[in-house]
Nanobody, 121 residues
Framework: LQLVESGGGLVQPGGSLRLSCTAS????????IGWFRQAPGKEREGVSC????????NYADSVKGRFTISRDNAKNTVYLQMNNLKPEDTAVYYC??????WGLGSHYDHWGQGTQVTVSS
C-alpha cells in the first residue's frame, strides 16, 4: 500500500489548504487513516484521524474547530481541510493507513512521504 499526499504549499496566516491522501493500486475502503505532522526539531504529532467508513473522527486539541477530516471512498481519497492556518501549523504533513483504527497514536503500518505546509506572511 503506497500512500501519496498532495495539497501542501505556502499560505498566509488565516488562509486555508486542503490536503489529499490517495493510494495507488489499493482501495482505502478498509483502512483507517490518520494525518500526522512533524515540524523541524519537534516530535511527530497526530493531527486527525478517521475510521474506515468515516463514522468516527478525532482531532488534536490544537486543530479542533479549524481542521476537518473527511473521506470519499468512491474517489479513494481522504482529505484534511485546514482553515484559519497559523504559523505553528507549519510542518511536514503525513497520512498513514492501517486496518486498525489507532486514533491519533502512531501505530499505523503504512505511511506516505509527506507534503510541506508552510504558514507565513
Amino acid at each position: 500500500l503506497q500512500l501519496v499526499e498532495s495539497g501542501g504549499g505556502l499560505v498566509q496566516p488565516g488562509g486555508s489548504l486542503r490536503l489529499s491522501c490517495t493510494a495507488s493500486g489499493y482501495t482505502l475502503d478498509y483502512y483507517a487513516i490518520g494525518w500526522f505532522r512533524q515540524a523541524p526539531g519537534k516530535e511527530r504529532e497526530g493531527v486527525s484521524c478517521i475510521s474506515s467508513k468515516g463514522g468516527a473522527t478525532n482531532y488534536a486539541d490544537s486543530v479542533k474547530g479549524r481542521f476537518t477530516i473527511s473521506r470519499d471512498n468512491a474517489k479513494n481519497t481522504v482529505y484534511l481541510q485546514m482553515n484559519n492556518l497559523k504559523p505553528e501549523d507549519t510542518a511536514v504533513y503525513y497520512c498513514a493507513a492501517d486496518s486498525v483504527f489507532w486514533g491519533l497514536g502512531s501505530h499505523y503500518d503504512h505511511w506516505g512521504q509527506g507534503t510541506q505546509v508552510t504558514v507565513s506572511s
